[in-house]
Structure formats: C-alpha cells, structure tokens
C-alpha cells in the first residue's frame, strides 16, 4: 500500500481483541478527507473494537496512516493531537463539571481559536447553550451524546469515530445529531458512524462497510448495498 499518495485513513492488516481473544481479523480499510463512512454489522461483529483500536485504546497488529502519518503504537492521547477525534458508545462526559467545562476539556494544549470553537459548538446544539453551566450528568442521554460530540469538535480532529451515537435517542434529537455529522463533514472531517440505524447512517454516508465475525465483508456506496439482497439477509439481518 503507497500511503504518500493517500492522505486520509489507511488501515491494513488489523487484528486486536481482549484477553487473547481475537475479534479484528486482518481488517483493511481507506477514507478520505470529507468522507462519511457508515460501518454497519449485527452487535458482536467487531465495529466498536475496530474503533477502538484505529484510537489506540487496546493492543493490535497491523498498520494505521492518518493522512500520512503512521499512528501504529501511537498512545491515544498522542493520536488526538494527530487529529483523530473519538466519541464512545458509553458517551463519557464528566458528570459533576459544568457542560462549558466538559467542552473546554475538549481542547488541545496550546490550541487557538477556542472561543470560536465555543460559540460553534453552541449554536450547532443549543440545548446545551441553554444548560452550559450545568452539571453534566443531570443533562437527558440526548444532551448527554451532543455534550460528547461537541467535546470531540473542540479539539479540532480531522477525523472523528463516533460509535452509536443514537442509541436509546427521541427522534427530534437523532434529527438535530444527523445535522451535526453533515456540519463535521462540511468542514471536510473524515468520519467513521458505527450506528444500529442503518437508515440513518446511509442517509449520512458516502460510502457503507459491512462487518462479520470481525472482518470486512462489503465495501461500497449505499445504492449498491441496498441493492445486494442477499448480502443483506447474511450480515445484517436480525
């Protein structure tokens, strides 16, 4: 693989697991800039471990480029200051910080522009504009995934893994997080969507991966996905 001619993510021969059991088998794996990509597969099939590890949160095999730069062995702190972004199924926000505090961790050290960071942040969601010097673990689980998301804007990534960030969420606040995803893309942010609702996640995406038994087993645009009937009844079916 040339990663001088690839500028965005590069992913080859990835394994990892837990406890010497392996879930990601020799996964291989391109996105450019700007691009959304949905990865879509029954629970179990290895999406959030996929995430995980492009993060460095778990021991793995294999080589990771982001735009260029090798991130294998990488600690995770060191790959958010590559501009990787990461917002865990588990959302993570600090519970007894304000919501204003929860997004100025966000930032990296030295970074420039926070107050502008701030002020887009807060008119993308302004539920949290409302409640920003509320402790963040009064807010709804709705509040709680868009204090998540904009944390991770505020370090500025240039990539961003974002796993299920609709769980358990009211229509209205699935809506208002769709918008925040077209805005990251806008901005030409490379964004990996682990999401359960796949009706979403091709409405958002550009291009569609499909995950089995922790491999890549589709790669392509959501017209061809949807199409592929058969495909569909294997590794997506419940």
């Not at 996964?27 to 290895?46: C, D, I, K, T, Y």
């Not at 990488?74 to 959302?91: D, F, I, T």
């Not at 682990?194 to 499909?210: D, P």
Request: glycine share 10%.
């Amino acid at each position: 693989m040339n990663v001088s001619k690839a500028p965005g993510l590069q992913v080859q021969d990835l394994s990892a697991g837990y406890s010497g059991a392996p879930v990601l088998q020799e996964v291989n794996l391109q996105l450019a800039p700007g691009e959304v990509l949905a990865l879509l597969g029954r629970n179990g099939s290895g999406r959030s471990t996929l995430a995980r590890a492009l993060m460095g949160l778990i021991p793995a095999s294999g080589q990771v480029w982001w735009q260029g730069q090798p991130l294998h062995g990488l600690p995770p702190h060191q790959r958010a200051r590559a501009g990787v972004g990461y917002v865990s199924e588990s959302r993570d926000v600090f519970p007894r910080l304000s919501v204003r505090h929860n997004l100025l961790l966000g930032e990296q050290p030295g970074q420039r522009h926070r107050l502008e960071a701030l002020a887009d942040m807060l008119a993308l969601f302004p539920a949290l504009a409302r409640r920003i010097n509320t402790p963040a673990g009064v807010l709804s689980g709705g509040e709680q995934q868009m204090l998540a998301l904009a944390r991770c804007w505020m370090g500025q990534p240039r990539l961003m893994l974002i796993d299920e960030p609709t769980e358990g969420l009211a229509p209205q606040v699935v809506a208002q997080l769709a918008q925040a995803l077209q805005h990251f893309q806008s901005q030409g942010v490379a964004i990996v969507l682990i999401e359960q609702k796949s009706q979403l996640a091709l409405t958002a995406a550009s291009r569609c991966a499909v995950m089995g038994h922790g491999r890549i087993v589709f790669d392509g645009t959501p017209a061809q996905l949807m199409a592929d009937q058969a495909l569909q009844a294997e590794w997506l079916a419940v």
